[in-house]
C-alpha cells in the first residue's frame, strides 16, 4: 500500500480479502488498505482441500459478480501482496490491448509443453507461461475468472501430475495448480498474452542493461553481503502491530558502492535494499497512523527520512526497453503425427463501378500477389445496371457481379458504405467457396505481408480485427440501443479474418444492423458516435460492431496488422497492411486519397501519382519521424509501381515517343488547315469543331485500345477466377463499353497527375480527312447561298438573319453541353 502511493500509481486500489467467520472476528488489519471480503475457499467447500492460493481466482470471480467498482472501470491490474509498485503500471502504457493482456514470464511453467497441457486445455498450442503482474480489460477478466477458478481445481485434484517433471514444481506438492489455472484458463478464453520479462523483477536478481522494473516480488530470498530477507522466516510475525519494530536494517548504498565494483551487479544490490527499506518505510508509517509513540533516532531512521533515500525510491517511468516484448521460443513435446496443414485462406474486399475505385482496386491486387498472401483474391463490384454497361474495368481483378445498395431500395437512402456488408452478404450466398478462414480488406489499403489466421490466433467464434477506438458508442447508449449484448461490443474494424462459418451467420446481422444505425439519425452526434461530421457515415463500422455481439463474437485485436501511413509505427512491429484513409504528408509532399476521386489514372495511360521524395533526403536525426516518412514513401511508391506495371500490361505505347509523335503531328495538320481554308471566319469554325471532334475521336481510340488489353488481361483473371464458384446477377453485354468521360486532374503541386499526351499518327490522319469534309460542306453551304441570293434578292436580309440564327444556335448547343457537364461533376462530387 505504501509503495501504491509513493509510485503514484493511477486509479483506485482495492484488497480482496478471504477470511473464515471465525478469523474475520480477530483480525485487526480493515484499515490496513480498502477492502473487498470474499468468503474464503482455503479449505475447498466440496473436496476438503486444503489449499489458500485458490482464494486468488475465488476472490477475482466474487468481486466481479458483487463489487460496484467492478462495473464502472475498463482494466484492471492484478498483483500478489508480496510486491513493491516501483513505478505507474498503466495497461496501454505497456502493451495492454483488449483481447491481448500483459504479464510477466514464469518460464518454470513447464506444463504449458508437456501432457499437462493437453490434458486440461483444449487448445495446448494457445498455453502461455505467465503470472506475477497481469494488465488486462475487465471484459478478458470476465471471460477468464471462472475459467481460473475451475482450471485450479482441475489441475489441484490431478495428484498424478504433480511431479516436478511435469509441472516443474521443485516441492512437488501441487502448489503452483493456480498458476496453471490461470495459464489453461486464459488457453480456453482465446487469450494470447503480450509477455514481458523487463516490467517485473525478483530481487537478487540481475535487471537487464538499460531496463528499470517498475515491479520488485519478493518471493524469493536474497541478500546484500552477509545481510540477507525471506518472507517466510516473517509467516507469524505480527510487525506491523508492534510498534517500532521493522525487518533488520540493510547495508547503506555507499557500502554497496564499495562492494562491488561490477556496475550492473551493483544495481541489483541497489534494488535489494530499496525493496526492504521501502518495507521498512511502510511499516514506520504504518505504526504512526496506528498512535504508537514517537521511535527513538538512529542512524538507520534518519537514512530512511533523508532526501539521499527520497532520490533513491522516487517513482520509476517506464522506459522503452522496459516495454519491449520477449520472443519466447516454445518447445513443444516431439509430436510423430503429421504436421497438420494450414487452413485455406480466401481474400475479399469491395468496390463501386468508379475511376476512384479502380485505381485503388489496382494497387491493392498488386499489393496482394505481392506480399505473398495464401490463397485467392476477388472483388466484390457493387454497380447499377446502368454503371455496368459503361464501365471498363472488369478485368482489374477477379471479380464477383453484386446489385447496388448506394441508393437503398426501400428507404431512399443514399449511403454508399452500405455496399460492404451487402456485398460480403451477396457473395456468401451465391458462391462456393473451400476456404476456412475469409480476410475482409477496403480498397484502399496496401498489404505489406501475408495475413494469416495461425499467426494472429484467429478461431471460430474468435474474428481478428484492428483496434478502432473512436468507435465510443460500443461504450455508451448507441450499444444499449442497437445490440442484445452491449458488453460485447468490440470497438474494431479495418481488417477482419473470420471464420467462414461465423461469417455466414453473420453477414446479414452486419447488414440488418448498419441499416439501424442508419435510420437512427437521432444518434448521429459526435459525443455518441464520435463521428466528427456527425453525418452517419460511419453506419456501418458500427453495423459490424453491433452485428458481432449479437453473435457474441468476441475479437482477438491487435495494433500489429494494420497502419496509417503518416503515423509513427511501434519500435519492432512488422505491419502487414497500410490503410491510407487519410492524408499524410513528407515535408512539402503530400497525399490525400479524397483528391483523385474523378481522376481516371486506370485508363490513361501513363498516369500515375506525384512522386513522393527520395528516402536518402530525409532527416534522420529524428528515428521515429524517419519510420514515420519511410512507411509513407513506401506507399505512395508502391501504389505508382502497380500503376506502371498496370500501363504496361495495357501495352501503353512508349511516353517518349508520343510526345515526338504529337508535335510533328501538330504541325502538319495546322498546314493542311490553313492551305485549304480562305474565309478567315470559316478556318475558326472549323478549327473549333475539329477539336471538338479530335477529342472524342481520341477517347474512341483509347476505348478501342483498352478493349484489346482488357480481352489479353482477362485470360489470366479467368484462370484465377476458376478456384471458386460465382453465382452473379446479370446485369446486361458487358462488352458494349462507352467511352469513360476523363474529369480534369487537381491543379495543385501534390495532386496533379503525371501523364504525357496520348495522340498518336492515327489521330493526326483522322484530324486532316476531318478538316477537309468540313471545308468543303462550307464551301458547298456559300454555292447554296449564292444562287438562293441571285433568285431571290428580297430573302437577302432573311439569308444574313437565318445565318446569324444558325450561329446563335450553335452557341446554344456548346454552353447546353457546357452546363450538362458541370451538372454530371456535380452529381458525381455528390
Not at 67 to 89: C, F, T, Y
Not at 175 to 184: A, H, Q, V
Not at 510 to 518: N, S
Not at 719 to 740: C, H, N, P, W, Y
Request: charged fraction near 25%; include cysteine; glycine fraction near 6%.
Amino acid at each position: 500500500m505504501h509503495s501504491y502511493k509513493k509510485a503514484q500509481q493511477p486509479g483506485p486500489i482495492t484488497r480482496l480479502l478471504s477470511c473464515t467467520d471465525e478469523e474475520r472476528k480477530n483480525y485487526r488489519g480493515m484499515e490496513l488498505a480498502p477492502t473487498f471480503e470474499v468468503p474464503s475457499m482455503s479449505r475447498h467447500p466440496k473436496t476438503g482441500d486444503w489449499y489458500p492460493a485458490i482464494n486468488k481466482p475465488a476472490g477475482v470471480v466474487h468481486w466481479l459478480k458483487y463489487s460496484k467498482e467492478a462495473q464502472n472501470v475498463d482494466w484492471v491490474v492484478i498483483l500478489d501482496a508480496d510486491m513493491i509498485i516501483r513505478g505507474p503500471i498503466v495497461p496501454w502504457e505497456i502493451g495492454a490491448e483488449k483481447g491481448r493482456p500483459v504479464s510477466a514470464y514464469y518460464g518454470y511453467l513447464i506444463g504449458c509443453d508437456n501432457v499437462l497441457a493437453k490434458l486440461h486445455t483444449k487448445h495446448p498450442e494457445l498455453c502461455d507461461k505467465v503470472g506475477g503482474l497481469l494488465a488486462m480489460h475487465i471484459d478478458d477478466l470476465r471471460a477468464l475468472a471462472p475459467l481460473w477458478l475451475s482450471k485450479t481445481e482441475e489441475v489441484r485434484e490431478d495428484r498424478a501430475h504433480w511431479p516436478t517433471n511435469y509441472t516443474g514444481d521443485i516441492y512437488g506438492t501441487g502448489w503452483i495448480s493456480e498458476m496453471y489455472g490461470y495459464s489453461f484458463g486464459a488457453a480456453e478464453a482465446r487469450l494470447r498474452h503480450k509477455i514481458n520479462d523487463n516490467l517485473m523483477i525478483y530481487p537478487g536478481y540481475i535487471p537487464r542493461e538499460g531496463v528499470e522494473p517498475i515491479l520488485m516480488h519478493y518471493g524469493l530470498p536474497f541478500n546484500v553481503g552477509n545481510w540477507s530477507f525471506s518472507k517466510l522466516q516473517h509467516h507469524d510475525d505480527d510487525i506491523v502491530y508492534n510498534c517500532s519494530r521493522l525487518f533488520p536494517e540493510p547495508p547503506y548504498p555507499r557500502e554497496i558502492t564499495q562492494m562491488e565494483p561490477d556496475r550492473n551487479k551493483r544495481r541489483a544490490l541497489f534494488l535489494n535494499i530499496e525493496c526492504i527499506n521501502t518495507l521498512n518505510e511502510g511499516l514506520l508509517l504504518q505504526h504512526a497512523a496506528f498512535g504508537c509513540p514517537k521511535p527513538k533516532w538512529s542512524k538507520y531512521l534518519s537514512f530512511l527520512k533523508s532526501k539521499t533515500f527520497a532520490e533513491l525510491s522516487r517513482a520509476k517511468p517506464l522506459t522503452s526497453q522496459s516495454r519491449q516484448m520477449m520472443e519466447v521460443e516454445v518447445h513443444k513435446e516431439v509430436d510423430n503425427a503429421p504436421e497438420k496443414p494450414h487452413p485455406k485462406i480466401h481474400t475479399i474486399f469491395s468496390t463501386e463501378c468508379s475511376p476512384y475505385f479502380d485505381w485503388q482496386t489496382v494497387g491493392l491486387v498488386h499489393s496482394f500477389y505481392k506480399s505473398g498472401q495464401p490463397g485467392n483474391i476477388t472483388r466484390l463490384l457493387s454497380c447499377t445496371e446502368e454503371d455496368l454497361k459503361q464501365y471498363k474495368g472488369h478485368d482489374l481483378a477477379p471479380t464477383h457481379y453484386v446489385p447496388s445498395m448506394s441508393r437503398h431500395p426501400l428507404t431512399g437512402d443514399w449511403y454508399p458504405a452500405i455496399n460492404k456488408p451487402a456485398a460480403v452478404l451477396h457473395w456468401m450466398n451465391h458462391v462456393k467457396t473451400d476456404a476456412e478462414y475469409i480476410v475482409i480488406l477496403d480498397a484502399d489499403m496496401i498489404m505489406r505481408g501475408p495475413i494469416t489466421p495461425w499467426e494472429f490466433n484467429a478461431a471460430r467464434g474468435h474474428p481478428v480485427s484492428t483496434p478502432y477506438d473512436y468507435l465510443i458508442g460500443c461504450d455508451n447508449v448507441l450499444a444499449k440501443l442497437h445490440t442484445r449484448h452491449p458488453e460485447a461490443c468490440d470497438k474494431v474494424g479495418g481488417v477482419i479474418i473470420m471464420h467462414v462459418d461465423d461469417l455466414r451467420k453473420f453477414a446479414l446481422q452486419w447488414l440488418h444492423k448498419t441499416v439501424e444505425v442508419r435510420l437512427d439519425r437521432s444518434h448521429w452526434s459526435k459525443n455518441i458516435t464520435g463521428d466528427v461530421y456527425e453525418a452517419g457515415w460511419i453506419s456501418e463500422m458500427y453495423g459490424y460492431s453491433f452485428g458481432a455481439a449479437e453473435l457474441n463474437l468476441r475479437h482477438v485485436i491487435s495494433d500489429e496488422i494494420l497502419i496509417y501511413p503518416g503515423y509513427v509505427p511501434a519500435p519492432g512491429v512488422n505491419y502487414r497492411v497500410f490503410h491510407y484513409g487519410l492524408e499524410y504528408r513528407v515535408g512539402n509532399w503530400s497525399f490525400d486519397k479524397a483528391n483523385w476521386r474523378h481522376v481516371d489514372l486506370v485508363n490513361q495511360c501513363w498516369a500515375k501519382f506525384p512522386d513522393p521524395p527520395d528516402p536518402s533526403s530525409l532527416d534522420q536525426s529524428d528515428n521515429n519521424s524517419l519510420q514515420r516518412d519511410l512507411l509513407s514513401i513506401e506507399c505512395a511508391t508502391t501504389l505508382n509501381e502497380a500503376l506502371h506495371i498496370h500501363h504496361e500490361r495495357r501495352k501503353c505505347p512508349d511516353p517518349n515517343s508520343i510526345s515526338t509523335a504529337n508535335q510533328d503531328t501538330t504541325n502538319e495538320t495546322r498546314t493542311n488547315a490553313e492551305t485549304r481554308t480562305n474565309d478567315d471566319e470559316s478556318r475558326t469554325n472549323a478549327e473549333t469543331r475539329t477539336n471538338d471532334d479530335e477529342t472524342r475521336t481520341n477517347a474512341e481510340t483509347r476505348t478501342n485500345g483498352e478493349t484489346r488489353t482488357d480481352s489479353e488481361t482477362r485470360t489470366s483473371a479467368e484462370a484465377r477466377m476458376a478456384v471458386e464458384t460465382t453465382t452473379s446477377r446479370k446485369f446486361g453485354k458487358v462488352d458494349d463499353i462507352q467511352g469513360l468521360r476523363h474529369d480534369d486532374v487537381p491543379k495543385n503541386n501534390s495532386q496533379q497527375s503525371s501523364q504525357p499526351d496520348t495522340s498518336n499518327g492515327t489521330f493526326s490522319s483522322m484530324r486532316f480527312w476531318i478538316m477537309a469534309l468540313w471545308a468543303v460542306s462550307i464551301f458547298a453551304f456559300l454555292g447554296v447561298m449564292s444562287v438562293m441570293l441571285k433568285g431571290r434578292k428580297g430573302l437577302k436580309k432573311r439569308g444574313k438573319g437565318y445565318k446569324s440564327k444558325r450561329r446563335t444556335s450553335y452557341s446554344g448547343f456548346w454552353n447546353t453541353n457546357g452546363q450538362d457537364n458541370r451538372h454530371i461533376r456535380s452529381a458525381e462530387t455528390a
